[in-house]
């Protein structure tokens, strides 16, 4: 198991899976009079071969299977939103299969990955598909929002302000590539353009072109998700903040 970085995947988490011990199924001597091929000690006979793969295929996909729920924990420990999973098709089928149900994490599949390549190349050849997997993410995220009844939600900077303020928001949506303009306080305070919160006055707020850094702040000092979005996502909510909210 690794973790990815744009730089590089570093090594997380290893487990061998111990070799099956090959046996030749000979059967009753009887069964082998002398001189008959495959009779010799030590020889093998295709099908005997086929067999043992076979069950040592069926062993190991077992054994993937039950390594499920460790890697789930491992992913929710390292706060993962995606599980990219590359290799044999039959083998990580084996491993989605094991995995819980209901697992916060999304499944990304790869094709097959040479070892040999450094990490560094390794992490270029998964960037695209991480990349993919959280756009679809924050999309559907961002539909979520959309759809929403009731205060489930918050969409503007007023509401999603009050939302952060009362320590509401869940997952905070922000533009990544406009500038949320806004005004903020000494003592923490922030508010929309020409608004002034309760509590304190015009002359205890001053203009804030990077009023977003101050959101993402209060966000996670709240324990909330942070969320950038790209322009196609941000122009689905008309290039505004918004938030998934906790009650």
């Not at 353009?193 to 006055?201: E, F, I, L, M, R």
């Not at 209060?218 to 942070?226: E, F, I, N, T, Y």
Request: net charge negative; proline share 7%; glycine share 8%.
């Amino acid at each position: 198991v690794f973790e990815w970085t744009p730089a590089a995947l570093a090594d997380v988490w290893s487990e061998t899976f111990p070799e099956l011990e090959q046996r030749d199924l000979l059967g009753p001597a009887h069964a082998h009079p002398r001189g008959v091929p495959g009779a010799a000690p030590g020889s093998k006979s295709g099908k005997q071969r086929d067999l043992f793969e076979s069950r040592a295929r069926d062993a190991l996909e077992r054994l993937l299977a039950a390594s499920g729920q460790r890697i789930v924990k491992l992913a929710t420990g390292h706060d993962w939103p995606e599980l990219a999973l590359a290799g044999d098709n039959r083998l990580v089928s084996a491993l989605v299969r094991g995995l819980p149900s209901g697992a916060s994490v999304d499944i990304v599949p790869l094709p097959r990955i040479e070892q040999w390549r450094s990490p560094g190349e390794l992490a270029a050849l998964v960037a695209p598909a991480i990349a993919d997997a959280r756009e679809q993410r924050t999309t559907r995220l961002v539909r979520r929002v959309l759809e929403a009844a009731g205060g489930s939600c918050s969409r503007g900077l007023r509401e999603t302000l009050a939302a952060l303020a009362d320590r509401r928001v869940d997952t905070l949506l922000v533009p990544g590539d406009r500038p949320i303009v806004g005004r903020s306080g000494a003592a923490g305070s922030l508010a929309a353009p020409g608004d002034v919160p309760p509590g304190q006055t015009a002359a205890g707020l001053v203009d804030d072109p990077m009023l977003a850094d101050a959101m993402i702040a209060q966000a996670l000092a709240a324990r909330a998700a942070v969320v950038v979005l790209s322009q196609e996502c941000a122009r689905m909510l008309d290039d505004d903040v918004a938030a998934l909210l906790r009650y």
